[in-house]
């Protein structure tokens, strides 16, 4: 299908004009459009209104927990008990970046420049992920999801996500390929350190926004980071506890977006229908309860997300019973499923693309 067109701010809503660029990009400018009639039904419950207090209260309760983590390990002191602090900042790390993804998204801020200054607060110094780097990466993923040439969230680096990058793999993607199912979960284990990588890497792109700032930031945390391990650990204990942190971070944070569009339909080249249908046709929702909700940051809701990604994280839960419905209405197929399941379609799918890789080669 043809690409639609793009957005006009006063096309929309005000309160639809934010995501992590400020628009809702490849959003159909037509007031007639199926995306613009499912809007204007979202926008009249009010579930575009922010929610100050709720944030407040869960960046709050994050922060505190945060510091009081730090503060439990200094008292602990050198000791293999620490790796329980490891693990419980592994989870808090996950939560950190939960949370500057919301800030990413406006849902917290309306402005852009007390948005970048959290959400780099919060990334950069708090987590050690470059905001600008994460900030850019996503706003493509959201206007192209699961595009293989416009998403870089599958982008064939290290794993593959269709057939066709399988044939065409090279290098350690060929390597594995075949075998990728079976090692998504351990890889998950490095996730956390690629993070930390890629987004030092980003500080040396000619066009990176806030370079200064976003180094100092970085830098700042590696330093405190590792100088509060040596002060506190022996070398091999500090060791072991970055392992298990970042290991768990990792993991944490592959197991919150891996439900979200793995094992869902990809594009190529044109294959880019309307934004409503580009949005709902990649994407899976997670059903559970309030503790999914919380352990998923509301990323559980990702097809409501997707569409209205400046919507406070606990609306995400009452919209999603209107864009259901609204998808019955049109005969849009909805995607939604467990968590384990989610997790088990995903593995089929990268087993599945991986098969031209495990093919006995031909005499």
């Not at 249908?277 to 909700?293: A, E, M, P, Y």
């Amino acid at each position: 299908m043809p690409a639609s067109s793009p957005p006009t701010p006063g096309s929309l809503p005000a309160a639809l004009v934010d995501s992590c660029d400020g628009t809702l990009a490849g959003t159909p400018a037509d007031a007639g459009s199926d995306f613009a009639r499912l809007a204007k039904r979202v926008a009249t419950s009010g579930l575009l209104k922010r929610r100050p207090g709720y944030y407040t209260a869960r960046i709050g309760g994050i922060a505190f927990l945060y510091a009081a983590t730090w503060a439990g390990f200094a008292l602990i002191g050198s000791s293999w008990w620490q790796l329980i602090t490891a693990g419980v900042l592994g989870v808090l790390f996950a939560q950190i970046a939960l949370v500057a993804h919301d800030i990413a998204h406006r849902q917290v801020f309306r402005l852009r420049r007390p948005s970048e200054m959290a959400g780099r607060i919060a990334g950069n110094l708090c987590v050690g992920m470059s905001y600008g780097w994460w900030q850019d990466k996503h706003t493509r993923h959201h206007a192209n999801p699961n595009h293989e040439e416009l998403d870089p969230d599958v982008n064939p680096d290290i794993l593959l996500w269709s057939t066709d990058q399988a044939r065409e793999a090279r290098g350690v993607a060929k390597f594995i390929g075949g075998s990728q199912a079976y090692l998504f979960f351990p890889l998950l284990t490095l996730e956390g350190m690629n993070l930390h990588v890629a987004g030092v890497r980003a500080l040396f792109r000619p066009a990176f926004k806030q370079r200064g700032l976003e180094a100092a930031l970085l830098g700042l945390h590696v330093a405190g980071y590792l100088t509060i391990l040596l002060l506190v650990l022996s070398p091999l204990q500090a060791l072991v506890f970055i392992a298990v942190h970042q290991g768990l971070f990792g993991v944490y944070m592959g197991c919150t977006f891996a439900p979200n569009h793995k094992g869902m339909p990809t594009m190529k080249g044109d294959d880019r229908p309307d934004f409503l249908r580009r949005q709902v046709l990649t994407s899976r929702n997670v059903r559970g309860g309030l503790f999914t909700d919380l352990a998923l940051g509301g990323l559980n809701y990702q097809i409501e997300h997707h569409l209205f990604p400046s919507m406070p994280t606990p609306h995400l839960r009452r919209a999603r019973p209107i864009v259901q419905a609204y998808c019955a209405e049109l005969g849009i197929s909805y995607a939604e499923s467990s968590l384990i399941s989610s997790y088990a379609q995903a593995l089929r799918h990268l087993h599945r693309v991986g098969a031209p890789l495990r093919a006995a080669p031909s005499a």
